[in-house]
């Protein structure tokens, strides 16, 4: 099986947070490395935070300082936490490893309001 399933997304006020989960099939999970990716106009989907399987993260410069990456690979689960979220955070948020192994999901809708 190579699928994902996310979930962890809302609607949320300017300022608030939300930590989304991913949960994978499989055991190539513990050993890639995971992205958090979201949709933009143009391109399928655009990579926001990534965690390697030692550990080291990479942030977009819009989620620096605001969004945390971790994983648990005991559980297959990737996690997301966002902080001090925007309207301009509002997307579709989904789950994959680096070379886009698995199925990609549905996703996770994170709509951010005024």
């Known amino acids: 099986q190579t699928q994902v399933v996310e979930s962890g997304g809302g609607l949320v006020q300017a300022g608030g947070s939300l930590r989304l989960s991913c949960t994978a099939s499989?055991?190539?999970?513990?050993?890639?490395?995971m992205g958090w990716y979201h949709q933009v106009p143009g391109k399928r989907h655009n990579l926001v935070a990534s965690i390697n399987v030692d550990g080291a993260t990479w942030y977009a410069d819009s989620a620096k300082g605001r969004f945390t990456i971790s994983r648990d690979n005991d559980q297959n689960t990737l996690y997301l936490q966002m902080n001090s979220l925007k309207p301009e955070d509002t997307n579709v948020y989904f789950c994959?490893?680096?070379?886009?192994?698995?199925?990609w999901g549905q996703g996770t809708q994170v709509t951010v309001s005024l």
């Open positions: 994959n490893t680096l070379t886009y192994y698995y199925t």
């Open positions: 499989g055991s190539i999970f513990r050993i890639n490395a």
